[in-house]
């Protein structure tokens, strides 16, 4: 029996997600959780096979620093992220804090039960998008924006200053600087606006 704990912030979605799952004879659903800090505590404490995780929540722990604390734990159940963003920095940082796959939230019913049960026997399971995606990174390396950078991008589209992302990032304002000088050169463009632009253009960010 595979016993699967599901972490999104929407109820309806979380309703759903028992829907489908309850028919399967080799699957549970042990609980499903509101928030990322609650599936870290309950992957503590039950026997979890699988987590099925939203990468954005309303709280301050996302879904990405959730993976990471589980995937530390000792007898750590396997992360399938399941979420509506396909970014970069979304993607790299997932599987960097361990995640077995990547699944987009209209992956076919058919497919998300093959993928839980695929992670159960450590295997991985990626949304074909987030594949292109990959093999993108992999045939054009130096056009694609580190998570780094993808981070510094991201702060630069909500308006903040050099300064303000060097302190929310715990970086320099030189640091800040060369990634977005970087950045421009990576993404072909003289400017924040026009970086932010084909930032989200390309999918780097969100």
Known sequence: MIRLLLADDHPVVRAGLRALFAPEADIEVVADVGTAAEA????AREPIDVVLMD??????MQGV??????REQEN???????????TD???????EAGASGYLLKDTPPAELLEAVRAATAGQSALAPAVVTRLMSRVQMPNQQLTR?????????AEGKSNLEIGRQLFLSEATVKSHLARIFSKLDVGSRTAAVAKGRETGAIR
């Open 148 to 156: 780094r950078e993808a981070e510094v991008l991201a702060l630069v």
């Open 40 to 43: 870290v505590d309950l992957a």
């Open 76 to 86: 750590a159940p396997f992360v399938l992220v399941l979420t509506n963003y396909e």
């Open 89 to 95: 920095a979304d993607i790299l940082g997932a599987i």
């Open 65 to 70: 620093d959730a993976t990471r604390l589980i």
């Open 55 to 60: 990468l954005q929540f309303g709280g301050a």
